[in-house]
T-cell receptor
């Protein structure tokens, strides 16, 4: 069964900490995405990547960076976590034509 | 940037009822997706449409490109259909724009 795996389901961090969220897909997909989901705001795109070592800013990249050193892995980095980054983070992947998106189960991050 | 509007925001139905969720968008698209999110966060892709109609089990999705409108129908609804249903559109770029979702509750 195809899978997108996020490293943590729940994460609690302190303000100012560096946070790594990992996402791995086993479908050899070119496209990978990081979203955050907040009540009333829906899914918002943080960063995406079309290929290894490529990255593009989404709608809300401020305070975040990403890394894609291998095709199957796309990491989201919060350089210095802040309380307004408390959210549900969802990773997704898709083939180049975007005909279907596959989501991870999400990481609920709380920044205290 | 495309604007995606879903209606209703919340919907409560009795088991067995026919359900319709609507999605409108503002700019021409290459495809429209319907997604389902159950409590706990996991999101599943239900359909991708670029024209016409698709059916999978009790779910039917339609799209009218000229009117920039799509509908998701659920026939013979069941409590396990309770979830958030999300519409998303893709244009010339590969990223999607999402609606804010419709919370569906089906009562036994």
């Amino acid at each position: 069964d195809v899978k997108v795996t996020q490293s943590s389901r729940y994460l609690v961090k302190r303000t100012g900490e560096k946070v790594f969220l990992e996402c791995v897909q086993d479908m050899d997909h070119e496209n990978m995405f990081w979203y955050r989901q907040d009540p009333g705001l829906g899914l918002r795109l943080i960063y995406f990547s079309y290929d290894v070592k490529m990255k593009e800013k989404g709608d809300i990249p401020e305070g975040y960076s990403v890394s894609r050193e291998k095709k199957e892995r796309f990491s989201l980095i919060l350089e210095s976590a802040s309380t307004n980054q408390t959210s549900m983070y969802l990773c997704a992947s898709s083939p180049p034509t975007n005909e279907k998106l596959f989501f991870g189960s999400g990481t609920q991050l709380s920044v205290l | 940037k495309n604007e995606v509007e879903q209606s209703p925001q919340n919907l409560t139905a009795q088991e067995g009822e026919f359900i319709t969720i609507n999605c409108s968008y503002s700019v021409g698209i290459s495809a429209l997706h319907w997604l389902q999110q159950h409590p706990g966060g996991g999101i599943v892709s239900l359909f991708m449409l670029s024209s016409g109609k698709k059916k999978h089990g009790r779910l039917i999705a339609t799209i009218n490109i000229q009117e920039k409108h799509s509908s998701l129908h659920i026939t013979a609804s069941h409590p396990r259909d309770s979830a958030v249903y999300i519409c998303a559109v893709s244009g010339s770029a590969r990223q999607l724009t999402f609606g804010s979702g419709t919370q569906l509750t089906v009562l036994p």
